[in-house]
């Protein structure tokens, strides 16, 4: 499907405007959906929190095109783990691993990639790994009491070293959403250190577990495309990417905005469960915000998971991810790579 940058920069000019509506959680373009099945036709997707109770002041159509009513409540994804990886019993550290920058705020290690320097880093989410300067642990973090005893270092991965996301964004969208403006992005992801693993004695493999094997090649994501991911939480999942999305990046572990503003990300893309690689009818679940997404059938990395349904901690069938490249650009890192 071809959807030109002209078109989408009229939506989203518009979008700032109807994402402010209580209860629309989205805007974007892509697949035409009734019933979740999937048709050929180009349309405005608004994502609603509850398709039975569609807010007051959406449109019939947008930019000449038709509004197709999606129930999605979003937010990122969290949840512990308990899988320990790169020391015995466990294989190498992997992609695909569960992570913590703190007890209760967890995340998967997307892939092992590499930095401007060619040095060894992990890749996962800003809401993940938080800011720059926080330990992260595999698989669990410690519960560290003020002016009690040090940390025990055993899992721990490292720190966080660089960010991109809505909340390092200096630019607001010049258009009021309600009474707030909104600081735009198009990246939830970040760069973590291994050195701490090193030092615990812990491996690192540059393959991504569940038989995903070794990223070859990056691209970016189209609609329509078949997905893959291994999320530390859901394990392999597969998809669909039914769209190009607008919405707000908010949730529990997410920074708090400036007052008068709200944190949104721009250009998202939406993809949906295939029943086929999705035996219990879930995409992802919480856990899983850093997953590696590639085209399926191939070893290409295509987009960073950061986001899904929020309906309850089971998972939905909808998830939420950045263009890889643009991670590649913005993080200056490179997730194809050969190992020496």
């Not at 990639?113 to 800003?126: A, I």
């Amino acid at each position: 499907m071809d959807i030109s940058p002209d078109l989408i920069d009229a939506v989203e000019a518009l979008a700032p405007e109807l994402i402010a509506v209580p209860g629309v959680t989205g805007v974007g373009l892509g697949l035409r959906e009734e019933n979740e099945e999937f048709f050929d036709e180009l349309v405005v997707r608004v994502l609603v929190a509850d398709a039975s109770d569609v807010p007051a002041g959406v449109p019939e159509s947008i930019v000449g095109l038709p509004i197709c009513i999606v129930e999605s409540p979003v937010e990122p994804l969290f949840d512990p783990d308990t899988s320990r990886y790169g020391a015995s019993p466990q294989p190498d550290l992997p992609g695909g691993a569960q992570i913590q920058q703190a007890p209760e705020a967890s995340g998967t290690l997307g892939a092992i990639v590499q930095d401007g320097n060619g040095v060894e880093v992990g890749l996962t989410c800003h809401h993940v790994s938080g800011g720059p300067g926080t330990p992260v642990w595999q698989p669990i973090a410690p519960s560290i009491i003020q002016g009690g005893p040090p940390a025990d270092l055993t899992d721990a991965l490292g720190q966080t070293i660089k960010v991109e996301s809505p909340a390092t964004a200096s630019q607001t969208i010049p258009v009021p959403s309600g009474p707030a403006l909104l600081l735009g992005g198009r990246l939830d992801a970040a760069t973590v250190s291994l050195d701490e693993a090193r030092k615990q004695g812990r491996t690192i493999s540059h393959a991504i577990v569940d038989g995903f094997g070794v990223v070859d090649s990056t691209k970016p994501p189209s609609v329509p495309m078949f997905v893959k991911k291994r999320g530390s939480q859901s394990g392999p999942t597969t998809g669909l990417v039914t769209g190009i999305t607008f919405m707000p990046w908010e949730g529990d572990q997410v920074p708090t905005p400036p007052p008068g503003h709200r944190f949104f990300m721009s250009r998202q893309y939406e993809i949906f469960f295939t029943p086929g690689g999705c035996p219990d009818g879930i995409f992802a679940k919480p856990g899983d915000s850093g997953s590696l997404v590639l085209q399926d059938g191939t070893h290409t990395a295509v987009g960073l998971l950061w986001g899904g349904d929020k309906k309850n901690k089971a998972g939905g069938k909808r998830g939420f991810m950045s263009d890889i490249t643009l991670v590649e650009s913005m993080l200056g890192i490179t997730v194809a790579w050969t190992a020496q």
